[in-house]
């Protein structure tokens, strides 16, 4: 039986053990789980393994780490043993974090409010008025209920003695409660038997407690509550978390550019127009929420929400402030302030910690220093702890000196010791390993108290690190409380969908959700446009080899009056035209290299990512790593026209992802009008360019203009002859059969704009289609191969100056868009100013 | 004893923008609050473009705040705060010898540092909260080290405060070019130089970085005009100095860009930790581009008092 398994798992001596006991039996609450593993076949386990990493990354369960060079996603790192906790045991867990979080609440009440334990002198004022995370602006106001804490967060560590200690508080704006959820429901499809006939208590019903409890409080009279979850963004390490939550809970998934406040409103910027929202669940920290009254230089608040929040107009969650009492440096006035506000004894213990800025506490502190963990008073420091034992005599007595000249700064902490629970090894079959492991538990507020989420984010320190940190990247564990009264389904989002629930379009599609993807429309288009037009100078470059081409001289002139090349592109010598081609292609500080442009397409992506497909994404992702992989290497122009091959390529795809595979909605119009005005911007641009150019008039010229509308195998098709003006223009300005044709974009755009003509007034439209008649009503004649050279040399110029319109007429119509429906994503407009 | 005087403070300030302002949004401590020997009689607050919404409120340090929005696009902005302000002139110091100094009679530095101490015991909030860094006010052993001069061991408070101000006059100079509203307070201490708000936020991190509590005042200063030639119209500017909390004495301004003690031509306008609390006018615009400010402060003095009657009037139009 359990016997074989547990025989390599080793006791520990100075931890307590979360499955077995001191004398190496398996505890009563692990039993039945662990004769289940003890049984299965080694091929059952790899199955499971299999099971767990595709569901990671069916989902998408990852995690940004800030100083990840690559700035990417990394996969979550999930083990699928969970941490099992008994009903009983449990119970003092849930009402010890449930006082807590009472305490907490009320401690950020008088800290905002009347101030009795500063008075009284229960808390030292360094703690609070030396604090950065006290927001003055925020005294004095008193949220909806009486509500500061919605969601709080305890870190629980158990000593070797079996008791839980709390580590740390999170108040401001708990991360964890995510992946919880998405551990639950990854680890619960590994063990589907285990998970059943446990009866494990399901974490379905404090997610919608949390969520009923924020249209409880939110100030919204007879109306329904909008509640948005706010996000600092896609470079946030939690960000997978927080769209995560956001559709689990049904709530849109905003940034602050998509809020503004209008009085003392805050309003959603919506496609249809300002939907009111009356709550904010947010993840946003304290002081970058209104650069007006909190952080002047943050660029990610919204300014006026303090006002807002004063005036009673919105609920935030937490209440903007809340994160002062995550200092350290409070905890050892905790029990002192639950008997003065709550009149209650504190019921879990938090781990011993000494602010120095209490003489008797440095003395201390000095006195043991090898012994205790140093951190910094305030969590805005980001000091890095510093483990006294770590330090030899010179690095004490500094330390000691640093002590002494801040003393306020800083907080001893006694060490933590983790319980550690079995961890799987799997690679070679299965082997238990022990590790270490701290609880993070949540809890919710609702007007018949704080609930507590039954389980939680158990976190896995590394094999040596006494530290279990998310930001570093940690392994997760699910946990399981048992004792669930009925048999917990497995599904945990809202309860069922009715009919009156179904959500066909996406009314609160935010408009900055519209503007990236109208902008990643034309960052793909114009990614497309500039490496096909640089793909055919450099494939002729190549061709030509020392010679000199008179295509290769128009080609490479067309691309400087394009900003592509520097000026003389067709006259340069090869070597120097070839340095020129790929610093077009490669060079970001080029402002209009094809890598920039490449960048830019990503980050309009990011932004709207949940709205593609992995694998385009991925395509999306390759050309990234070919461009960081670039760097500084030598490149020679074979490799940098495979390049611009699998851009195009990759543009096609998305183009296609487009057409084929995107809902209809407003968003997948915006990006498809996008693309079309940028490429009736190129064409139109390269047209005229084309047209008024002496050297464009050279054998081979008309083939490469061909080449660059993505034209010349239609061409070939139907006329099987060297190109000719007449019908290379007929093809690529007039035929509106073909995608690549200036009448096709507009025919098409006219298409597009149709349902938004309404709103957007009709001169965008009427603009487009005067140009559409202008141009179907030319006679090409005069360009015909046998026309005298003046008559053809008048109808270049005329063509020429009215493709210059439509140039202007798409200029035009982009700023209108802009300025009717989009939020100003890029705007670097806003200024915060003090006279 | 000198009898009430009566200033007329008129503090304009004019924006343009290069570019179309969509959505402003702003926040003014314009309003002179009331003090122990100051009463506002009279404040009018003119805004145009006409702001969408406004409001009057009390900040939580107890400053008259004013906040308007303007929710449609304009090129300009013209706020104009006036006031009448009648104050009853402060008793004045110096360190001459035998001229009956009041602040020799402070308790000495070191006694005030350690009342002000954290002991487990009732504390005043109000005090306390002006005796730590703050966003502008940095604190550290430089800053101690440069008040030590004047903090000599066993001095009174307010001598010691009167000595660190001098200092402060005498050793920097004023130069409106070394300086923004964004100069960090220790590149002030090292460049000996800058404007009086620099020097309030100096003369602040050294009382705080000696464990004393000490808070920013905003306001104005009657200028006076060269013999003979007239007062000009908007020649005067917004004016910052410290406030130092002895026990006994209550609060005692310090003013170290002119070196003295405010007796009767400082008119306060509010007080917070730092220039950050109490900014004259902060605002977040949309748009904007390129901005072209203009600040004209007049401060005239009433010659009778013939508002007394009159009550305090706050008008907000």
């Not at chain 1, 770590?390 to 000196?401: K, V």
Request: contains cysteine; charged residues 20%.
């Amino acid at each position: 039986m359990p016997r074989t398994l547990l025989s390599n798992y080793p006791a520990s001596n100075n931890r307590f053990d979360e499955m077995i006991d001191a004398a190496g039996t398996v505890r009563p609450d692990w039993r039945a789980f662990v004769e289940r593993l003890a049984t299965a076949t080694p091929e059952e386990m790899r199955r499971r393994a299999d099971i767990l990493r595709r569901r990671i990354q069916e989902n998408g369960v990852a995690y940004n780490v800030y100083s990840d060079p690559q700035g990417a996603d990394r996969p979550w790192e999930l083990d699928p043993l969970p941490l099992i906790l008994g009903a009983d045991e449990w119970r003092g867990i849930a009402a010890a974090v449930s006082q807590r979080a009472r305490l907490l609440n009320a401690l950020l009440a008088d800290i905002y409010g009347e101030q009795r334990l500063l008075r009284e002198g229960r808390l030292p004022p360094a703690l609070i008025y030396g604090h950065s995370g006290f927001l003055w602006p925020c005294h004095g106001i008193v949220p909806p209920g009486g509500v500061h804490l919605h969601l709080y967060a305890a870190d629980l560590a158990r000593s070797p003695d079996g008791t839980w200690w709390v580590v740390a508080d999170r108040t401001q704006a708990p991360s964890g409660a995510g992946y919880a959820l998405a551990n639950r429901q990854i680890v619960s499809r590994v063990f589907p038997e285990a998970f059943r006939d446990l009866k494990v208590q399901s974490l379905g019903t404090f997610f919608r407690a949390l969520q009923d409890s924020l249209a409880h409080w939110a100030p919204c009279g007879d109306e329904t509550p909008l509640i948005v979850l706010l996000t600092p963004g896609p470079a946030n390490e939690t960000y997978f978390e927080h769209a995560w939550l956001a559709r689990h809970l049904g709530l849109p998934l905003v940034e602050g550019q998509d809020l503004t406040v209008r009085g003392e409103t805050v309003y959603l910027r919506t496609l249809s127009g300002l939907r009111r929202v009356h709550a904010i669940l947010r993840r946003q920290d304290d002081d970058y929420c209104d650069p007006l009254e909190l952080r002047g230089d943050s660029a990610l608040g919204l300014p006026g929400l303090v006002q807002a929040v004063r005036a009673g107009r919105v609920l935030v969650a937490n209440a903007i402030g809340s994160g002062l009492i995550e200092s350290g440096a409070l905890s050892g006035f905790l029990p002192g302030a639950c008997r003065a506000l709550l009149g209650e004894t504190l019921q879990m213990p938090a781990v011993a910690s000494w602010w120095c800025g209490e003489p008797a506490a440095l003395e201390f502190t000095c006195s043991y220093l090898e012994r205790l963990v140093i951190k910094g008073a305030f969590p805005a420091q980001r000091i890095e702890p510093v483990f006294g034992a770590d330090l030899d005599a010179a690095g004490r007595a500094a330390m000691i000196e640093r002590l002494r000249a801040q003393p306020q700064q800083w907080t001893a902490q006694e060490l933590v010791e983790f319980s550690q629970a079995p961890a799987w090894a799997g690679a070679a079959g299965l082997r238990l390993q022990p590790r270490g492991v701290g609880l993070r538990v949540y809890a919710a507020a609702t007007p018949n108290g704080y609930v507590v989420m039954p389980g939680g984010l158990t976190r896995v320190a590394g094999s040596n690190t006494r530290v279990v940190s998310m930001q570093r990247g940690g392994l997760s564990k699910d946990c399981w409380v048992l004792g669930g009264s009925t048999n917990a389904a497995l599904s945990l989002a809202k309860g069922d969908i009715g009919v009156g629930d179904l959500v066909r379009s996406g009314r609160n599609l935010s408009s900055r959700a519209v503007e990236n993807l109208y902008w990643f429309g034309r960052y793909a288009e114009r990614c497309d446009d500039s490496a096909r037009l640089l793909r055919t100078v450099l494939s002729r470059l190549i061709e030509a080899g020392a010679d000199t081409q008179p295509a290769l001289v128009s080609a490479a002139d067309l691309c400087h009056q394009l900003g592509l090349l520097p000026a003389g592109g067709g006259t340069l010598k090869a070597a120097e035209l070839q340095n020129a081609l790929l610093a077009a292609i490669y060079e970001e500080q080029q402002s209009r290299a094809l890598a920039g442009d490449i960048r830019r397409l990503l980050r309009s992506g990011a932004q709207v990512r949940e709205r593609f497909s992995g694998d385009h994404w991925h395509a999306l992702n390759r050309l990234q790593a070919d461009l960081s992989g670039s760097g500084g290497a030598h490149i020679d122009a074979s490799e940098a026209l495979a390049f611009l091959d699998r851009v195009l390529l990759a543009s096609s795809a998305l183009a296609g992802f487009a057409m084929d595979s995107m809902t209809r909605d407003d968003g997948r119009r915006f990006l498809i009008i996008g693309r079309r005005i940028e490429r009736l911007m190129f064409l139109a641009n390269a047209l005229a360019c084309f047209l008024r150019l002496e050297s464009a008039r050279s054998e081979g010229s008309i083939e490469w203009l061909l080449e660059v509308g993505d034209s010349i195998i239609t061409y070939r098709a139907r006329y099987m002859n060297i190109p000719e003006l007449l019908p290379a223009l007929d093809l690529i300005v007039l035929d509106d059969s073909n995608p690549h044709a200036v009448c096709f974009q507009l025919k098409s755009l006219i298409r597009y704009l149709q349902p938004l003509a309404g709103e957007l007034g009709e001169p965008g439209v009427d603009a487009l289609r005067r140009d559409l008649d202008g141009l179907l009503a030319l006679d090409l004649a005069p360009f015909a191969a046998d026309s005298p050279p003046g008559l053809v040399g008048a109808a270049r110029l005329a063509l020429a100056a009215r493709l210059d319109t439509v140039a202007s007429s798409a200029y035009w119509l982009s700023e209108q868009l802009a300025m009717r429906y989009f939020t100003h994503v890029g705007d670097v407009g806003r200024q915060t100013l003090a006279a | 004893m000198l009898s009430t005087l009566l200033y007329h403070v008129v503090h304009e300030t004019r924006y343009a923008y290069s570019v179309p302002v969509s959505l402003s949004r702003q926040l003014l401590h314009l309003t002179p609050r009331d003090t122990l020997w100051q009463n506002c009689r009279s404040h009018r607050l003119f805004v145009e473009p006409l702001p969408t919404c406004q409001r009057e409120r009390i900040d939580a340090l107890g400053n008259l705040v004013n906040e308007f929005a303007i929710e449609a696009p304009h090129q300009f902005l013209h706020v104009r705060a006036e006031s009448v302000v009648a104050l009853i002139p402060r008793s004045g110091g110096s360190l001459q010898p035998g001229s009956g100094d009041w602040l020799a009679a402070s308790p000495s530095w070191e006694d005030v540092s350690r009342t002000l101490a954290y002991h487990g015991t009732p504390a005043q909030p109000e005090v306390s909260c002006f005796q730590f860094e703050s966003p502008a006010v940095e604190v550290g052993r430089d800053f101690a080290d440069f008040a030590s001069h004047s903090f000599l061991p066993g001095r009174p408070l307010l001598q010691s405060a009167y000595a660190l101000m001098q200092r402060i006059f005498d050793e920097f100079d004023f130069d409106p070019e070394a300086t923004t509203v964004s100069t960090p307070v220790r590149e002030v201490l090292q460049r000996r130089r800058g404007v009086c708000q620099d020097f309030a936020h100096l003369m602040l991190a050294c009382l705080r970085s000696l464990g004393l509590s000490a808070r920013y005042v905003s306001g104005y200063l009657l200028t006076q005009p060269p013999p003979g030639e007239p007062r000009l119209i908007g020649a005067d500017a917004s004016h910052a100095w410290v406030s130092v909390f002895c026990p006994k004495f209550g609060w005692v301004d310090f003013d170290p860009t002119n070196s003295m003690l405010p007796t009767h031509e400082h008119v306060t306008l509010a007080w917070g930790r730092d220039f950050t609390d109490v900014s004259p006018m902060r605002g977040v615009i949309l748009g904007g581009g390129e901005q072209q400010l203009d600040v004209a402060v007049t401060v005239t003095p009433l010659t009778t008092d013939s508002s007394g009657e009159e009550g305090t009037e706050h008008a907000f139009q």
